[in-house]
């Protein structure tokens, strides 16, 4: 099986001493990406991925997530498919699950599996009210996992998918940033557009904020080299932040290596309130009013 088409998987896990779990957030903050069925389950098991492994040895079961999640004050999760069969699973977990809600996709690298009985299938799941969102989709010119030209296709239907079902749409962009501005800008965006774990530069945060796009901060906002993401997030207007640990890959740090959860967020959340220069119980309201704005209310 060919491991998870995320950006993290790179990094081998690291076998040294483990570092304790973050203080619990002064406010309540929600994930707003996370790959639950990568950390638990047979899907998890499969994955060739170390540290998709690695989660699923840790995190064995949704109601450990989230009890763990709920105890660090991250209280709603969104679970994001990245095939038809993850976001089968999502949206079957987010029926089952309080406070767990569901995004439904073809992720880029997977694009050529993008066919019309796919893609149906997709929009058909988009349409339950446990599902919150289309994505992720868009552009990654990072890997050649897919073919330009299919990903291009794959993401124009994702985005007339989200406009039929008025479902957010969730973005997963890797270093394609023009082109994915482009194709939305030549389809028309749907009401909500949100960048998932955010790359670009102060440039493009403004681009996104001058057009209402959501930006969605991970853990490489703590990395010691993401001078320029941290620009990015310090001009990035407060009512289009949302924050999300893409778990289990991005963790933050001291995490680095190891795999990512949801009860890692307040690390992140409390590297976004220093960037911001906001006090974190702010910085919490801002992102749960957002989160509302963005996948309706919980």
Request: aromatic share 6%; charged share 25%.
């Amino acid at each position: 099986m060919r491991s998870w088409p995320g950006w993290a998987g790179e990094r081998a896990v690291t076998r040294g001493r483990s570092q304790p779990p973050p203080p619990p957030l002064e406010a309540e903050v929600f994930d707003s990406h996370c790959h639950l069925d990568v950390m638990v389950g047979e899907r998890a098991a499969a994955n060739e991925d170390p540290l998709a492994q690695a989660a699923q040895a840790d995190r064995r079961t949704v109601e450990a997530i989230v009890s763990r999640s709920r105890e660090a004050g991250v209280t709603r999760l969104v679970t994001v498919g990245y095939d038809l069969a993850s976001s089968r699973w999502c949206a079957e977990a987010a029926a089952a699950h309080a406070d767990v809600y569901a995004a439904v996709a073809v992720h880029p690298n997977a694009a050529h599996e993008a066919t019309p009985e796919v893609l149906a299938a997709i929009e058909e799941l988009a349409g339950l009210p446990e599902v919150r969102a289309v994505g992720e989709t868009g552009l990654d010119y990072y890997r050649d996992w897919a073919e330009k030209g299919d990903q291009q296709a794959s993401f124009r239907a994702h985005v007339e998918i989200a406009k039929r079902t008025g479902k957010a749409l969730v973005i997963h962009d890797r270093e394609a940033h023009d082109d994915v501005l482009r194709v939305l800008a030549e389809e028309g965006p749907p009401e909500v557009v949100v960048f998932h774990s955010f790359s670009g530069d102060a440039d493009l945060a403004k681009a996104c904020a001058e057009a209402g796009y959501f930006m969605s901060f991970s853990g490489p906002l703590t990395y010691k080299n993401a001078g320029g993401l941290r620009e990015a997030a310090a001009v990035a207007p407060a009512e289009l932040l949302l924050v999300e640990t893409d778990a289990p890959y991005l963790p933050p740090v001291p995490h680095r290596g190891r795999p990512n959860a949801p009860a890692l967020l307040p690390l992140t959340v409390r590297c976004l309130a220093e960037v911001k220069s906001l006090p974190v119980e702010r910085l919490a309201a801002h992102v749960n009013a957002n989160g509302e704005a963005a996948f309706g209310p919980w």
